[in-house]
């Protein structure tokens, strides 16, 4: 299954890659590449992780990531919509306008 990231996301993904990088260059890119590597899992396997308590549907999924939640929406392909970090709930203007 197709893997398409939201803007929203990317930028969450870079700013936290550009904190690390500020102490650490080495292990912001192991955490990039880790993270997209564990997404990447989602393509064989799209129904992994939990439902998104916050939302309740079946189609918005989170995955556990470290201390950040990746959410993603499947239908067609795999929407990465948001990266947040585990303690912050999520916004529902994060997953769009789209029905869930």
């Not at 939302?55 to 239908?75: A, D, N, Q």
Request: net charge negative; aromatic share 8%; hydrophobic share 45%.
């Amino acid at each position: 299954m197709k893997i398409v990231w939201s803007l929203l996301a990317l930028e969450r993904v870079e700013d936290r890659a550009r904190f690390i990088a500020e102490d650490n260059p080495d292990a912001a890119v192991r955490w990039v590449d880790d993270l997209f590597a564990a997404v990447e899992r989602l393509a064989d396997f799209p129904k992994s992780g939990r439902m998104v308590p916050e939302v309740g549907s079946p189609r918005i999924g989170e995955l556990m990531f470290g201390t950040y939640r990746v959410i993603h929406s499947v239908k067609d392909q795999v929407d990465i919509l948001t990266v947040r970090r585990s303690s912050q709930l999520l916004r529902m203007s994060e997953i769009g306008d789209e029905e869930t």
